[in-house]
């Protein structure tokens, strides 16, 4: 055995041992025979585009699809509830601020003041952010997963930038937006890993709608506790107690707990358990308060209350990644040949 194929070998280690066992040698003799001269070199090395295809297929093997064993097609399809459940997360807030911009905009009743045209930019930028992530999540309900990966993509990278540029003009602002690209970033990885082309494709035309239907509920709970179409709530009044809860991430975290529990209590696949996990432990970084480490007085309260359910999400998905380890299929015993 030369060089070369030791670390073939090697990297081919990235893949489950079951696969290993079954292709390796196939794998080394192909990779060999593509190689040619090269086998004879001094300190002769896989190329870094061999290297990633056998990550590639190892990322693809362990999130497993259509013809996949047991333990990874679990897997497979609790990343790809992850992605589908984050990506309907954007999309939900994506309708809420479209409502929030449009009525700023003067296009929907209840704004006394119309922001004028010199600074309508602003709300036309977020308004264009929004249907990314509304598209996204639409192609993926219908099965477009290119264009889904794309538009995810963009949105994600969008999100980058604006840190990036507040990295520089205002260092404080990427603490504070650090923990939301977490959270968006977990399930749009999830998205471009998780749907490759032996995962299978649901398509579900009315799921395109649950969005929308979702965020006119967000609204209508929030409406009751303020005045107007603003999600704030004055310090010391004592609503200041439900404004953490009626706001949309704050109506996501109940509805995560209550997702939570249901799994726990009822006999659910470990994808489900484990796929809300993915999406939940992100989303309780960013319910974290460091937005209000340095604010003292009556707005300590709404810190106390992110922290409880931060804390809550936190403990949730521990113990839903235990339930669901507890009853995933185990990995398949390897048989070797003649390695």
């Known amino acids: 055995m030369n060089l070369l194929e030791?670390?073939?070998r090697f990297v081919l280690k990235m893949l489950p041992a079951a696969y290993?066992?079954?292709?390796?040698?196939?794998?080394?003799?192909?990779f060999l025979?593509?190689?040619?001269?090269?086998?004879?070199?001094?300190?002769?090395?896989?190329?870094w585009r061999e290297v990633a295809s056998i990550a590639a297929l190892a990322i693809r093997s362990r999130l497993g699809g259509l013809g996949a064993t047991p333990r990874y097609r679990a897997i497979g399809d609790a990343v790809r509830l992850a992605a589908l459940l984050g990506l309907g997360y954007q999309a939900v807030i994506g309708w809420i601020a479209t409502a929030y911009s449009l009525r700023a905009l003067g296009y929907l009743p209840g704004q006394s003041l119309v922001i004028p045209p010199d600074s309508q930019m602003p709300e036309l930028l977020s308004i264009a952010k929004s249907l990314v992530w509304i598209v996204a999540f639409a192609a993926l309900a219908l099965g477009k997963m290119r264009a889904a990966k794309l538009l995810a993509t963009l949105g994600l990278l969008y999100m980058l930038v604006m840190a990036g540029i507040d990295a520089v003009t205002w260092p404080r602002l990427v603490i504070d937006s650090g923990p939301q690209i977490l959270a968006t970033m977990v399930p749009v990885l999830a998205l471009l890993t998780?749907?490759?082309?032996?995962?299978?494709?649901?398509?579900?035309?009315?799921?395109?709608?649950?969005?929308?239907?979702?965020?006119?509920?967000?609204?209508?709970?929030?409406?009751?506790?303020t005045n107007t179409w603003g999600m704030t709530v004055a310090p010391g009044q004592p609503e200041v107690w439900v404004a953490s809860w009626?706001?949309?991430?704050?109506?996501?975290?109940?509805?995560?707990?209550?997702?939570?529990?249901?799994?726990?209590?009822?006999?659910?696949?470990?994808?489900?358990?484990?796929?809300?996990?993915?999406?939940?432990?992100?989303?309780?970084?960013?319910?974290?308060?460091?937005?209000?480490?340095?604010v003292e007085g009556p707005v300590q309260s709404f810190a106390i209350t992110l922290i409880i359910q931060s804390a809550a999400l936190l403990m949730l998905c521990l113990?839903?990644?235990v339930a669901s380890l507890r009853v995933l299929p185990r990995p398949a015993v390897p048989l070797r040949g003649g390695s």
């Open 6 to 8: 030791q670390r073939y």
């Open 246 to 294: 009626i706001e949309p991430q704050g109506l996501t975290v109940a509805a995560f707990l209550i997702a939570g529990l249901l799994c726990l209590m009822h006999s659910t696949k470990p994808a489900w358990r484990l796929g809300l996990a993915i999406v939940a432990a992100p989303m309780a970084v960013a319910r974290s308060p460091l937005f209000l480490i340095d």
């Open 33 to 47: 025979e593509g190689a040619g001269q090269a086998c004879d070199e001094h300190n002769a090395r896989p190329s």
């Open 194 to 225: 998780a749907y490759h082309p032996d995962a299978p494709v649901r398509r579900s035309l009315p799921m395109t709608a649950l969005p929308v239907g979702l965020a006119a509920l967000c609204i209508a709970i929030a409406l009751p506790f």
């Open 20 to 30: 290993r066992a079954e292709r390796e040698e196939e794998m080394v003799e192909a």
């Open 319 to 321: 113990v839903l990644i």
